[in-house]
């Protein structure tokens, strides 16, 4: 497995990766969400894949985030679901994790509550549950869904902030 830059020759490989993503995780939530402007929505930082032999089979992005210049979120984490279990996610995160190192920037994701596997690798990479949020949209149920804030195990502990629009949870 290599993890690379994302190019735009890698788009087609990854929607089609999102949407079986979809249809297995419900990731993006909402269906009309498995595009390409949703992709690169917010992506105005760095994006990898990783790729197995000529096959995309994932993809992390990080942007600074809104609410601080000096830390960064992570964006789009997701791993074709024949591709799981191979340590594809543990090699996006850890390439974000490389580079958040890098710029000497703290590093915090949000992760739907009902994606249990996520959150089980997230916290046995050390990550932390930082905050939660009911989202203000609603999922294709009519339901607002809970988002949790986890933060990078190397953060400066002392600096959090609140991504995201909602209402907190805690």
Do not use: C
């Amino acid at each position: 497995m290599e993890i690379r830059l994302r190019t735009d020759a890698d788009m087609p490989a990854l929607l089609a990766a999102l949407k079986a993503t979809h249809e297995v995780d419900k990731y993006p939530v909402l269906p009309n969400h498995v595009t390409r402007e949703w992709l690169l929505d917010g992506d105005d930082g760095m994006a990898w894949v990783a790729e197995d032999g000529t096959d995309v089979v994932g993809h992390v992005a990080v942007a600074e985030t809104e609410e601080d210049p000096y830390s960064l979120s992570v964006h789009r984490l997701f791993v074709r679901p024949t591709a799981r279990g191979h340590g594809v996610a543990s090699a996006l995160l850890t390439t974000v994790e490389t580079y958040s190192k890098l710029l000497r920037q703290d590093l915090f994701l949000e992760v739907l509550s009902h994606n249990v596997d996520a959150i089980r690798l997230y916290e046995s990479r050390g990550w932390y549950r930082a905050g939660g949020y009911t989202a203000v949209w609603t999922g294709p149920e009519g339901t607002h869904p809970e988002i949790n804030l986890y933060a990078s195990p190397n953060n400066d502990r002392s600096h959090v902030i609140r991504l995201g629009a909602g209402r907190p949870t805690e």
